[in-house]
């Protein structure tokens, strides 16, 4: 299974960035995807996660109103659209994919057993 993240790059306080997560060796739509973010010297801390089909979603209570989790089945995706970016954002951001099927542990690092290369996000004040 490889997990394929990109979109990151420099955006200014209040801009946005689309992330995106290309999966592959495994069909994502049995299986919460999430993100998570590492910023130096933090531990990763998840940011946010889509059930199966996308119809539930959960986020840490900092990106709240503000990022949105999104998935394709078809195309085996999954997408993190951030607006109203902070310099506090600022991290890697990792996807991941749930260690099985259905499972339902979304918010910690030990239910996520595929992760991406991660992608660097800088937020600039």
């Known amino acids: 299974v490889q997990l394929q993240a990109s979109g990151g790059g420099l955006a200014q306080a209040g801009g946005s960035l689309r992330l995106s997560c290309a999966a592959s060796?495994?069909?994502?739509?049995?299986?919460?995807m999430g993100w998570f973010r590492q910023a130096p010297g933090k531990q990763r801390e998840f940011v946010a996660a889509?059930?199966?089909?996308?119809?539930?979603?959960y986020y840490v209570d900092s990106v709240k109103g503000r990022f949105t989790i999104s998935r394709d089945n078809v195309k085996n995706t999954v997408h993190l659209q951030m607006n109203s970016l902070k310099p506090e954002d600022t991290a890697v951001y990792y996807c991941?994919?749930?260690?099985?099927?259905?499972?339902?542990?979304?918010?910690?690092?030990?239910?996520?057993?595929?992760w991406g290369q991660g992608t660097l996000v800088t937020v600039s004040s």
């Open positions: 991941a994919t749930s260690r099985s099927s259905y499972s339902t542990i979304y918010d910690i690092r030990n239910g996520y057993n595929y």
């Open positions: 889509s059930s199966w089909s996308g119809g539930s979603t």
């Open positions: 060796g495994r069909t994502i739509s049995t299986y919460f």
